[in-house]
């Protein structure tokens, strides 16, 4: 089986065309973990100008995805949730961090704290992930 974070970034992240377009960057992956970051653009900020609630989560959940599925099997989302904490400007670097909570045969549960550049958390995430039996070759 391929290294974790060869199947991550060599795999997913190639077919990943959102998050590339994020402009997200994957810093580190291991079973179970992963670290990404992107900066804030201006066409992603709402009417208050501040970053619309779907980039954070957008990030969060991309940082779930590569983390669940960094065991080598296939892992599909079937719940998530977000609290947004503070708010995010244009320019901003955010970075998400995504752990395994709890991993089951059939499900798993991930935490992703999603940190501001001067290491405040902007949102938390938590997800609930579906392995299915198909791996990453």
């Known amino acids: 089986m391929l290294d974790p ?3 991550v970034h060599d795999k997913m992240y190639k077919l990943d065309a959102f ?11 291991k079973k179970g973990y992963c670290k990404v970051s992107m900066m804030v653009r201006e066409e992603m900020l709402n009417g208050f100008k501040i970053a619309h609630g779907g980039i954070t989560y957008s990030l ?25 904490t503070q708010k995010v400007k244009a320019g901003d670097s955010l970075i998400a961090i995504a752990q395994v909570l709890h991993r089951g045969n ?13 290491g405040e958390i902007v949102a938390l995430f938590k997800g609930t992930v579906y392995h299915l039996h198909s791996e990453w070759k």
Not at 106 to 118: E, F, G, L, Q
């Open 5 to 7: 974070s060869v199947i």
């Open 19 to 29: 998050s590339q377009w994020l402009g997200i960057e994957i810093e580190e992956v």
């Open 60 to 84: 969060a959940d991309s940082a779930f995805a590569f983390a669940s599925n960094s065991y080598g099997n296939h892992a599909v989302s079937i719940e998530t949730n977000i609290s947004h």
């Open 106 to 118: 059939k499900t798993a549960i991930y935490r992703v704290d999603v940190k501001n550049s001067t």
